[in-house]
């Protein structure tokens, strides 16, 4: 009896395993094609950003684009899903809790066919599935509804302990706001995740050190951010976050981490990619873009004048 | 010893029996086994909102979370998502404090979680205004899909408990700090969503929900030695309201009372209110603490200085059949 029981959960760890798509680990060999490809799709997703906003006639592009490339490294080569069943049990589930980053959310998506590209300008209008913020009733595989910060965070500990509950082996990854950590709620789910050596969280701060108003010192100082998870007893790894090696690094890492939840701090650039963004918190918030700023924009992100006019009438994805 | 729960006989009507919270507590020991799929989250008052009857038998499917009520409520929501049927517990006014997740990570994103809430009230006593939840139900009822509910008794609290999680969707509940007579008879059946004629009558209806029901059969035998026929409904789920029989009661009664431990504004008076504006007008009169804060106290002697006891009922219900127009 116990021999069989054995061969079952042998068997359902089988068809589970060939039920993910398998993690892509670089060799030497393929690691610069892989990098391009990453970067390929980064701009894409930067180029959905852009697209979906201007489309939208509001939305937050900066902190979109900061976090572009770990965005594109997360749903191509980190997470495991299967993009015809979002219900998979044994998916990893990722979680956005910068809400209002989710247009880069929505590219990844698009990317990667869990959604079409031409949903992308649908954006933020009446009747789309792609809210201002991500709902999880409207995409049940945004795995939370978040746009008040802080929250989807919790949510994220939460759903890593309730899989622990369940001897789920999946990994939770949550992507967080600098600006977020001001949030006490934050702090309270750090000192949760660690007191229950949450190993299968791994939290993603996209540290472009710029919010809503300013820069994070001249609002409320978020330093020193490596000192502070560590004191909350955090496995705490600092990287550039549009480095790909460092990118990938670091989520290796996070894996091979026991006992300890992971948080990634991210370096990266506000508005990466887009030169008049870059750097700059006027671009935090909800702005319209104008067909100026689009055309200015794709360019800095290589589009041709062509396909430029296809993205700004909204016939790119036809 | 004693075993909680169905097993036992219940308690002679009018005997003095567990408080609420204490019910609830036992309540989740009794259905733990029926019910695997459920868990129940603290934020360290285990000792005061019952659960920790459940923390002693089922000690693996109990979570602490330190007195960081935000998250607990949160993580409720994520554990939902993986399947489990999370109990948030704490205190009324604590659930306040986690109101913004209960309304995004709960309830919007249409978990099923149950919020289970001990110490509303004027009920709480000693411990002051700052612990006296009185605007709980308003703030609950008004986040859209939240099922809330506010038992009577620990034979309801008992039945609530299960029906709530048979039920696939967010739910606030309250309990209650002290002891609380028995006032439901043994074949007393909760249904999510309905009221219960507990005593009828023709001349007035008194709905009244949790720690006011008993209070509101007080008011009536009061009110039938003056040749006065209260009809007394218990209200015990606030959100659905019972439409239907709050229509049938002001046809057949003519006027309604309502009586509750909150805020007048916003909690059972005004839902009722709600009701019949919409469905059958008749006069009201609202008894329920008239929009301030409470204070130190007996629970009885507050009741009193603030207006909800039995007397204040049965003020209210002559007022209200003066109304009347006939």
Redesign the interface.
């Known amino acids: 009896m116990k021999k069989l029981c054995g061969c079952m959960i042998l068997f359902f760890h089988m068809i589970k395993v060939s039920s993910c798509k398998i993690r892509l680990v670089f060799t030497t060999n393929n690691k610069k094609d892989s990098e391009l490809q990453l970067m390929k799709l980064a701009c894409n997703i930067r180029i959905g950003c852009m697209t979906a906003i201007f489309h939208a006639g509001s939305g937050h592009p900066g902190g979109a684009l900061s976090c572009a490339d770990l965005m594109a490294y997360l749903w191509d080569q980190e997470i495991r899903f299967d993009k015809n069943n979002s219900e998979w049990e044994g998916r990893d ?1 990722f979680i956005l809790s910068k809400g209002h980053a989710c247009p880069a959310l929505y590219a990844a998506a698009a990317e990667m066919g869990v959604i079409s590209r031409s949903q992308l300008i649908t954006l933020r209008k009446l009747g789309s599935p792609l809210q201002g913020h991500p ?3 409207a995409l049940p595989w945004v ?6 910060l ?14 622990r ?2 001897h ?1 082996d999946a990994r939770i990854y949550v992507m967080l706001g600098d600006g977020e950590l001001q949030e ?2 934050v702090w ?2 750090a ?2 995740a660690a ?1 229950y050596k949450l190993d299968n969280l791994c939290a993603v701060i996209d540290y472009n050190q710029m919010q809503s108003d300013d820069l994070n010192q001249n609002i409320m100082a978020v330093e020193p951010l490596r000192a502070k998870w560590e004191a909350f007893n955090w496995n705490v790894i600092e990287i550039n976050g549009h480095d790909f090696s460092e990118i990938e690094r670091a989520f290796n890492l996070a894996r091979e981490c026991y006992s300890k939840p992971t948080v990634i701090i991210a370096h990266t650039i506000k508005g990466k990619g887009i030169s008049y963004m870059e750097g700059s918190p006027l671009w935090h918030g909800s702005v319209k873009l104008s067909h100026d700023d689009m055309v200015k924009g794709l360019q800095d992100l290589g589009v041709n004048e062509t396909d430029i006019r296809r993205y700004i009438d909204g016939t790119a994805w036809n | 010893m004693e075993q909680p729960g169905t097993s036992q006989e219940p308690l002679l009507l009018g005997s003095s029996g567990d408080s609420l919270r204490e019910a609830f507590g036992k309540s989740l020991v009794t259905l733990a086994d029926r019910y695997d799929n459920f ?1 129940v989250l603290d934020a360290d008052v285990a000792g005061g909102t019952g659960t920790h009857h459940f923390r002693r038998a089922y000690p693996k499917r109990f ?1 602490q ?2 007195i ?1 009520e ?2 607990m ?12 049927v ?1 109990f948030v517990t704490t205190f009324a006014v604590f659930c306040l404090r986690a109101y ?2 209960a309304r ?2 709960v309830a ?3 978990r099923n979680v149950k919020i289970v809430a001990s110490h509303p009230g004027l009920d709480v006593g000693p411990d002051g205004g700052s612990a006296q939840a009185l605007e709980d139900l308003a703030a609950f009822r008004a986040i859209p899909g939240m099922v809330v509910v506010s038992p009577a008794d620990p034979l309801e609290v008992e039945q609530a408990t299960e029906a709530i999680l048979n039920y696939n969707g967010p739910v606030y509940m309250r309990t209650g700090r002290s002891p609380v007579l028995r006032v439901l008879p043994a074949d007393y059946s909760f249904e999510l969503g309905k009221g219960k004629i507990i005593q009828d009558g023709i001349d007035a209806t008194i709905v009244a929900c949790g720690v006011e029901l008993a209070r509101a059969l007080t008011a009536a035998d009061l009110l039938a030695r003056e040749s006065i026929s209260a009809r007394v409904v218990n209200m015990s789920t606030i959100k659905p309201i019972d439409d239907e029989l709050l229509a049938k009661c002001a046809l057949e009664t003519g006027c309604i009372v309502t009586a509750e431990d909150h805020n007048i504004y916003g909690g059972l008076g005004s839902a009722v209110a709600e009701s019949l504006v919409g469905n059958h007008l008749c006069p009201a009169e609202m008894v329920g603490i008239k929009d301030r804060f409470g204070e130190s106290g007996e629970p009885e002697e507050l009741a009193e200085k603030y207006g909800i006891t039995a007397d204040y009922i049965c003020k209210a219900v002559k007022k209200a059949i003066t109304r009347k127009q006939y």
């Open positions: 589930r709902h999880v009733k795995e939370t509804s978040t746009g008040s802080g929250q989807g965070f919790s949510v994220a500990v939460g759903m890593a302990m309730g899989l509950y369940q789920n006490g709620e309270e789910g000192m949760c007191h | 868990v979570f979370f330190g960081a935000q998250n409520m949160a993580v409720a929501a994520g554990m939902a998502a993986t399947g489990l999370p913004e997740q995004l990570s919007y994103a249409g």
